[in-house]
């Protein structure tokens, strides 16, 4: 894989760190291990891995594809690269992002963007992009994401792999850098529905360490995804949301899903249509909440205790700090934190904030409801497949607008999963179908995503 990121990654630009040594040195680990007569640490023990660089790791720069981190380097592991080491699994590198995971194409990285390995001229999604695109351009069979609005699905779905955002609170959050706390979630990405699932148990699991992570066992996805692998899925029943199937996406995908759909039935499935009305406002519930948290959570990076410092020595404090954000963040991220510090403005804190807020409940309702009638909901990924480079950078609604599907999933703090579904007839560029299910219902998603791949 290191030969293969040395001959390719030029063209695709899907790693910002490559560790060949330290990677090296972990597959040696696993080796002499197994020669001792030692058994595997983890059935991917020895299966190397593409880390998003916003998870921190001690022994190679974390930058969230910001300026404003240049270089830094952690003084510790996250929890989820601790147990990616644990389980023998090395790390080749860390991969490209939408600065500070923002975006839905991967070129709001400060470092420019990654390409897509299908058509080197389009986007591979965002914020995970790298990630995806290492996976579809054999760099690395399995990949790290985070998925706040869709960076791990949306970047699966138009690169043709397979990536779960997990229940919220299943996967530590400790040391994964805050985009918004009350969505973000570490996710595993691969190539098919089985090796997602083996990566999904090293990387879930409670952590003292993360308030927000549930005390409960990982769920049995390993076990569901062979289950799905007969491909029987009779007494399942399937939703699909009326609201997220629209004349206004693009021709080709709605006929993939509608194929996928058909698919399913052939699979023994039960089909049927159920409504989530709020679904419709979860795009501006999603961008109150996501720019309210990020607003607050970005204002750690006050040149002083991170990364970049802007300091002519004849500054103030403050004069430091704003000569510092001006110059260390890019125009998303500083977009966002000034929506967020409106929206939590007094006086119009509950006009937008609390409203967003009531807004988000509404949406777990209506999938409360739906649940009530089937075992997991369906949808296309993202309602388009990847488009040129730079076609969007102008016009953010239009770059919102891809999350469309996806978003209210995280508002709910369920799970949900992209597959491939073929390619798109109108251009021939991948699709990719989404499976949801209720919180702490993980393993549903695998049980349908392996008998449907
Ligand atoms: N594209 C969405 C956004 O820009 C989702 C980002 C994410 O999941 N990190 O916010």
Not at 111 to 125: C, E
Not at 173 to 184: E, K, M, Q
Not at 188 to 205: K, Q
Not at 215 to 224: F, I, K, L, S, W
Request: proline share 6%; glycine share 10%; hydrophobic share 40%.
């Amino acid at each position: 894989h290191l030969d293969r990121i040395a001959a390719v990654d030029s063209e695709y630009h899907a790693f910002l760190h490559v560790a060949g040594d330290q990677a090296l040195e972990a597959a040696a680990a696993v080796d002499s291990s197994l020669a001792a007569g030692n058994e595997p640490v983890s059935p991917l023990a020895g299966v190397p891995i593409a880390l998003k660089d916003i998870f921190t790791t001690t022994d190679m720069p974390t930058t969230c594809a910001s300026k404003m981190l240049e270089g830094w380097v952690a003084p510790y592991d996250a929890t989820l690269t601790s147990k990616l080491r644990a389980a023998g699994i090395p790390i080749l590198g860390k991969t490209n992002l939408d600065e500070f995971a923002m975006g839905s194409s991967t070129e709001n990285s400060a470092y420019g963007p990654t390409r897509n390995p299908w058509d080197t001229t389009r986007i591979p999604g965002g914020s995970g992009g790298g990630s995806a695109a290492a996976l579809a351009s054999r760099q690395a069979p399995l990949a790290i994401g985070t998925d706040t609005g869709g960076s791990i699905r949306q970047p699966a779905a138009v690169t043709a792999t397979v990536g779960t955002k997990p229940t919220y609170g299943t996967v530590s959050r400790f040391g994964l850098v805050a985009c918004a706390s009350s969505l973000d979630q570490g996710g595993p990405c691969g190539r098919t529905v089985l090796d997602t699932a083996l990566l999904h148990e090293v990387i879930a699991g409670h952590d003292p360490r993360d308030s927000t992570s549930i005390d409960a066992p990982v769920r049995p996805v390993v076990a569901a995804a062979r289950e799905g692998a007969n491909g029987d899925l009779r007494g399942v029943k399937v939703g699909v949301v009326k609201e997220l199937h629209s004349d206004s996406y693009q021709p080709g995908v709605i006929a993939s899903f509608d194929a996928a759909v058909e698919q399913l039935k052939a699979l023994g499935a039960e089909v049927v249509e159920v409504s989530c009305p709020s679904f419709e406002y979860a795009l501006a519930s999603y961008y109150l909440v996501l720019p309210s948290e990020v607003s607050s959570n970005l204002a750690r990076f006050d040149a002083m205790r991170y990364g970049m410092r802007v300091d002519d020595g004849n500054m103030s404090a403050d004069q430091v700090m704003a000569a510092t954000r001006a110059a260390g963040f890019g125009p998303e991220v500083k977009r966002r934190i000034m929506i967020g510090t409106y929206a939590l403005s007094s006086g119009y804190y509950d006009a937008y904030y609390g409203s967003a807020l009531k807004v988000r409940t509404l949406i777990a309702r209506d999938f409360d409801k739906a649940y009530e009638q089937v075992d997991v909901l369906v949808s296309p990924t993202s309602p388009f497949t990847p488009w040129k480079l730079g076609e969007k950078v102008g016009d953010p609604l239009a770059m919102y607008l891809s999350d469309l599907c996806t978003l209210p999933t995280n508002l709910a703090g369920h799970c949900a999963m992209s597959v491939p579904s073929g390619l798109s007839a109108d251009d021939n560029l991948p699709v990719g179908l989404q499976i949801m299910a209720p919180a702490m219902a993980d393993e549903r998603l695998y049980r349908v995503g392996a008998a449907y791949e």
